[in-house]
Nanobody, 125 residues
Framework: QVQLVESGGGLVQTGDSLGLSCAASALTFSSYRMGWFRQAPGKEREFVAAISRSGGAKYYADSLKGRFTISRDNVKNTVSLQMNSLKPEDTAVYYC??????????????????WGQGTQVTVSS
């Protein structure tokens, strides 16, 4: 069965950088658009970033542009999220997701077919 496994979360301080990775298995990875979402306590899940099948197109939440960078490796079947200049408001569980169709709204959670279990990122002030 399809598995998405996130890693790289942890506790960091304001201004630090952190890299997340998501390893995919049991799917034709290069056929999936990939996304990152996050959910803070008491809040709805929100879009962070997405990347097209080839990696040629990247999309970001407006509030995160310039600080976060999404990338993928279609040989290693991984998608990564580099987060710089972290702020306490970035504290959340971060999820990676896979979208097979790749024609719906990339920033809508409902278009994604598979989800990882999430990894906690905590930014202390």
């Amino acid at each position: 069965q399809v598995q998405l496994v996130e890693s790289g979360g942890g506790l960091v301080q304001t201004g630090d950088s952190l890299g997340l990775s998501c390893a995919a298995s049991a799917l034709t990875f290069s056929s999936y658009r990939m996304g990152w979402f996050r959910q803070a306590p008491g809040k709805e899940r929100e879009f962070v970033a997405a990347i097209s099948r080839s990696g040629g197109a990247k999309y970001y939440a407006d509030s995160l542009k310039g600080r976060f960078t999404i990338s993928r490796d279609n040989v290693k079947n991984t998608v990564s999220l580099q987060m710089n200049s972290l702020k306490p408001e970035d504290t959340a569980v971060y999820y990676c997701a896979a979208d097979e169709n790749s024609y719906g709204r990339y920033d809508r959670a409902y278009v994604y077919d598979y989800w990882g279990q999430g990894t906690q990122v905590t930014v202390s002030s």
